[in-house]
T-cell receptor, first 114, second 111 residues
Framework: DADVTQTPRNRITKTGKRIMLECSQT?????MYWYRQDPGLGLRLIYY???????NKGEISDGYSVSRQAQAKFSLSLESAIPNQTALYFC?????????????FGPGTRLTVT | DQQVKQNSPSLSVQEGRISILNCDYT??????FLWYKKYPAEGPTFLIS?????DKNEDGRFTVFLNKSAKHLSLHIVPSQPGDSAVYFC??????????FGAGTTVTVRA
């Protein structure tokens, strides 16, 4: 079984809808991250959490919110989706046992906002 | 403004030859650098890393070189194999457990 899982893997939604992307991990890591990937821009950090009570904005947090429901679960919400939020979204983890600053990524969620 | 830059969006190389991927950074506080590899429909996977106290790190066919004065690093793949065809991301961190990524370089290895 995969160490970092993301649901859904693909989602098409309409402008203005609320949508939640979920991430679960079995690695026992404390730190969890949400990124989005856009062509020509690489991966950009949306939010990150270093433990259950810690939530921090990344470089592109506007229009997004997160919830760290447990050490193993970190969800990303788009309160009112807009077309320029169409992207590939990745969850990642790091923590005790990972080599230095290495992060482990989930398989990604492809989100399309029409 | 991107602090990590990969100026070559793509690279095509013949099987068996060397692939050289380049990465530049602007933040002098970065002290640890990583390369990730990504196949379609999968998440990025860690490939190799280097600390700023070193100028070279080797792991099998993969070698990363760091030139701190030039704020430049490169990844060498020798020999290149068809399975190396993927997108490669350069990433950097300043000891805060956050990674800054470059835009990626798509490598195609020709038979």
């Amino acid at each position: 079984d995969a160490d970092v899982t993301q649901t859904p893997r693909n989602r098409i939604t309409k402008t203005g809808k609320r949508i939640m992307l979920e991430c679960s991990q079995t690695k026992g890591h404390d730190r969890m991250y949400w990124y989005r990937q856009d062509p020509g821009l690489g991966l950009r950090l949306i939010y990150y959490s270093f433990d259950v009570k810690d939530i921090n904005k990344g470089e592109i947090s506007d229009g997004y919110s997160v919830s760290r429901q447990a050490q193993a679960k970190f969800s990303l919400s788009l309160e009112s989706a807009i077309p320029n939020q169409t992207a590939l979204y990745f969850c990642a983890t790091s923590g005790l046992g990972s080599s230095h600053y290495e992060q482990y990524f989930g398989p990604g969620t492809r989100l399309t906002v029409t | 403004d991107q602090q990590v830059k990969q100026n070559s969006p793509s690279l095509s190389v013949q099987e068996g030859r060397i692939s050289i991927l380049n990465c530049d950074y602007t933040n002098s506080m970065f002290d640890y650098f990583l390369w990730y590899k990504k196949y379609p429909a999968e998440g990025p996977t860690f490939l190799i890393s280097i600390s700023s106290i070193k100028d070279k790190n080797e792991d099998g066919r993969f070698t990363v070189f760091l030139n701190k004065s030039a704020k430049h690093l490169s990844l060498h793949i020798v020999p290149s194999q068809p399975g190396d065809s993927a997108v490669y991301f350069c990433a950097a961190t300043s000891n805060d457990y956050k990674l800054s990524f470059g835009a990626g370089t798509t490598v195609t290895v020709r038979a």
